[in-house]
């Protein structure tokens, strides 16, 4: 992971999942040649997210983001998919934080029934 924007961000990102659910697991899958590190993931009684970093942004996708409801319109990509539904950040400040831990709080919801 870099040291810019997209580093303090996941860090925040995962601040803020903490902060919704004290309960929730880290794990680090998915690990590669060319991503090392492996991508954060997040669960409690199933997966809620993953957070990923590319060039130009920080990816957290909702494993069963369709399901869930965004009343404050956080989910701005992945929106025609079936199950899962992302927020692509482009930017330090591109994430509307307390809607954000709500998000977070209706997947553990729906993943403990």
Not at 61 to 90: C, I, Q, Y
Request: with cysteine; net charge negative; glycine share 6%.
């Amino acid at each position: 992971m870099t040291a810019d924007w997209r580093a303090d961000q996941v860090d925040r990102i995962r601040a803020l999942i903490l902060e919704a659910d004290p309960e929730v697991v880290e794990e680090s899958k998915w690990r590669k040649a060319s991503n090392p590190d492996g991508v954060p993931t997040f669960s409690h009684s199933g997966l809620i997210c993953t957070v990923e970093t590319y060039k130009d942004k920080v990816k957290v996708t909702f494993a069963k983001g369709a399901s869930l409801p965004d009343p404050s319109s956080v989910f701005n990509s992945s929106l025609d998919g079936g199950t899962r539904r992302a927020v692509d950040m482009l930017g330090p400040d591109d994430l509307d934080e307390d809607a954000f831990v709500a998000l977070i709080r209706e997947a553990v919801a729906l993943n403990l029934g």
